[in-house]
C-alpha cells in the first residue's frame, strides 16, 4: 500500500515564529488532508489538497504531486496551535481509504 | 451545521461485555468509516461502507462489526471486547470520489476495556 512519512517528528518553537512541516508519499494520490489532533483528541480538518496551494489565515499548504510531497506553514505560531499534525493520503487504486502519516509533535512555548 | 457525531464519548466498560459506538452524519455522504488510534501504530482502518448495504474490511477488522442500514449511520459494534480493543476510535465520512472525497472526523471515542 501507499507510505506516508512526515517530518519532523517533532517541533518545538517559540511562540512567533514560522514552521514547514513536510509529507512524503510513495504513490499517485486523490485525497491529501492536513488535519491538526488538538489536546482532546480531536481531528480538525486544515486542508484537503491533492494538488495546488491554499491558505487559510496563518496556515498554508502546498501539494507538488508530480514529486510526491506535500508542505504545511505555520506562520507566527501561537501556543494554540501545540499538538500533532498529521497528513492522511488516499491513493488513485485505494478507494476512499486514507493512510496516515506518523504525525508532527509540534510545541509553542510563550 | 454539518457534522459526525459519535456516542458514546468515553466508555470504560469490562471484557466480554457487548458494546456499540454509534456514528452519524447529516451530509448525505456515501462512504463511512471507522478508524482506531494507538500510541505507536497511528490512525488505522478498522471497516467502512461505500453506501447502505455495503460494508467491507479495512486493515484491523478482527473483533469488530459493522452495519450500514441507513445512509446516515454507521455503527460499530465489538461483540465481546478485549484488552487490546482499548483505543481511541474516529468514525469519518465523505462523498465518493475524487475531488469531492474530503473526509470528515467524528469528535473520537476514548474506550477502556479492563
Known amino acids: 500500500g501507499i507510505q506516508v512519512e512526515q517530518s519532523p517528528p517533532d517541533l518545538i518553537l517559540q511562540e512567533g515564529a514560522n514552521s514547514t512541516l513536510r509529507c512524503n508519499f510513495s504513490d499517485s494520490v486523490n485525497n491529501l488532508q492536513w488535519f491538526h489532533q488538538n489536546p482532546w483528541g480531536q481531528l480538525i480538518n486544515l486542508f484537503y489538497?491533492?494538488?495546488g496551494t491554499k491558505q487559510n489565515g496563518r496556515l498554508s499548504a502546498t501539494t507538488v504531486a508530480t514529486e510526491r510531497y506535500s508542505l504545511l506553514y505555520i506562520s507566527s505560531s501561537q501556543t494554540t496551535d501545540s499538538g500533532v499534525y498529521f497528513c492522511?493520503?488516499?491513493?488513485?487504486?485505494?478507494?476512499?481509504?486514507?493512510?496516515f502519516g506518523e504525525g508532527t509533535q509540534l510545541t509553542v512555548n510563550p | 451545521e454539518a457534522q459526525v457525531t459519535q456516542n458514546p464519548r468515553y466508555l470504560i466498560t469490562v471484557t466480554g461485555k457487548k458494546l456499540t459506538v454509534t456514528c452519524s452524519q447529516n451530509?448525505?455522504?456515501?462512504?463511512m468509516s471507522w478508524y482506531r488510534q494507538d500510541p505507536g501504530l497511528g490512525l488505522r482502518q478498522i471497516y467502512y461502507s461505500m453506501n447502505v448495504e455495503v460494508t467491507d474490511k479495512g486493515d484491523v477488522p478482527e473483533g469488530y462489526k459493522v452495519s450500514r442500514k441507513e445512509k446516515r449511520n454507521f455503527p460499530l459494534i465489538l461483540e465481546s471486547p478485549s484488552p487490546n480493543q482499548t483505543s481511541l476510535y474516529f468514525c469519518?465520512?465523505?462523498?465518493?470520489?475524487?475531488?469531492?472525497?474530503?473526509?470528515?472526523f467524528g469528535p473520537g471515542t476514548r474506550l477502556t476495556v479492563l
Open positions: 469519518a465520512s465523505s462523498l465518493w470520489g475524487a475531488p469531492y472525497n474530503e473526509q470528515f
Open positions: 489538497i491533492p494538488s
Open positions: 492522511a493520503v488516499g491513493g488513485e487504486t485505494s478507494g476512499s481509504r486514507l493512510t
Open positions: 451530509m448525505n455522504h456515501e462512504y
